[in-house]
């Protein structure tokens, strides 16, 4: 299945393709989310609060699309190093909503998920497929681009779970080296994942 890739800044993004964007994250890494009980309408509200007020900032990111009509069922997003971080405020506006505790250990959570990436590295934040659009080549293709647009001399970095066989063998088919492998004690409390792969691609 022959799909489009559109590459976008992210405030380029449209309301309607950050829903979309984050509804196929949210269903994509929902074990991840899976200990925050609520429904999946709140974890979305959160997700796109957090990017509109928090993830953008000090961050060049830009998002390989792929779409069926004008839904999102690819994407990845690399960002490079971030430049200008500004003062970051917890947000206390979530927590009366939805309780302290809960914004606190999403708050964690997001927070070991991220990574700095270093000069000449572009990191992969992200790469989910929608799950009726699996195996068809998709995911290869987004990394592809990805790969298509790291200048000579720089490298295309990621983590993934240990657990995450199939993303693993995915990422070595495509070039990627395992640099080392690390732990991560507080994703091995929160998400029970915490043995963590670090690869990299340069051209």
Known sequence: MKKKISLVNRTQ???????SIFRLLL????A???SLRLTSKEKLDILLYLEQKYSTQGKALVDYLVKDGEEVIGILT??????ALK???YPFELSKRYGLFTILKYVILLTSLEYQA??????I???AVHEQYQKQGIAKALIT???SEVENGDRLSLIVSAKNQQALRLYLKCGFSIVKKKRNFILGLLVNEPNWIFMEWSR
């Open 125 to 127: 934040e992200n790469i």
């Open 78 to 83: 690399v960002s490079d190093k971030i430049v």
């Open 87 to 89: 003062n970051l405020n």
């Open 13 to 19: 993004l449209s309301d309607y393709e950050k829903n």
């Open 32 to 34: 991840k989310f899976e």
């Open 145 to 147: 681009a990805a790969q």
């Open 27 to 30: 269903t994509s890494f929902s």
């Open 118 to 123: 270093h000069e000449k590295e572009r990191y």
